[in-house]
């Protein structure tokens, strides 16, 4: 995926991150910043989205798979996570960190902007991390596409006042904005939470399905 700008990346739009992708190299400096581990910690947002075994996650925008190694570790064997990302080298990054870390329940998968190669509603939670605010919203619709009945999504969104790192925050979303971005897809807003000092997470949901009213039979 595009860069989440978790430190100094190199000059774009942060509104259009579909149109820029790191290289391996600068992906790996920002992205695996020990000092990611304080504004992000993947065991929180994990416990505050009630991830179990057997559960199935795509994380749309994976990187280098910051959240998408420590979920593997949580669905266990009879989980699968699916780590999505637009960069080629980030995709044969995290399958190279995989296979060396014995990781079979963990697949990285590439993207397109509007195509996320995953079948129909194949997903428990999908995690969108810092990237709400510079994607498409045809990279929205696949993530809810991807979502079953009665799974979550998981925004993580830089709060909109400034930080160490992350984008300009005149690109960030405010929880009001990005709940009316998810809203438009379709999705219930569950919750909104605090994550760490610089960011917050937004949970929605896709609705079960309303079933067909029943035709009453003639009587005989």
């Known amino acids: 995926m595009p860069p989440r700008s978790h430190g100094r990346a190199p000059p774009h739009d942060h509104r259009r991150m579909h149109e820029a992708v790191w290289s391996r190299a600068e992906a790996v ?19 505050l989205a009630g991830l179990a075994p057997g559960m199935t996650v795509v994380d749309v925008g994976a990187g280098t798979g910051h959240f998408a190694f420590p979920a593997s570790e949580l669905v266990g064997a009879a989980g699968r996570v699916y780590a999505v990302d637009l960069s080629a080298e980030l995709v044969a990054l995290v399958r190279e960190r995989a296979r060396s870390r014995g990781r079979r ?15 129909d509603e194949v997903a428990d939670r ?16 696949e993530a809810v596409r991807l979502l079953r009945p009665g799974g979550q999504l998981l925004d993580v969104d830089w ?7 992350g984008p300009p925050v005149a690109h960030r979303l405010a929880p009001a904005e990005a709940r009316r971005a998810l809203e438009a ?27 067909a009213p029943r035709t009453p039979r003639r009587p005989r």
């Open 29 to 47: 400096a920002l992205l695996d910043d020990p000092a990611r581990l304080d504004r992000e910690n993947p065991a929180t947002l994990w416990e």
């Open 126 to 141: 999908v995690l969108l991390a810092n990237v709400l605010h510079g994607i498409p919203p045809s990279t929205v619709r």
């Open 105 to 119: 329940n963990l697949l990285a998968v590439r993207s397109t902007p509007g195509r996320v190669p995953l079948p």
């Open 159 to 165: 709060k909109k006042r400034a930080s160490p790192a």
């Open 185 to 211: 897809h379709g999705l219930g807003i569950v919750r909104t939470t605090e994550l760490g000092p610089y960011h917050y997470l937004l949970v929605a949901e896709k609705p079960e399905p309303v079933p």
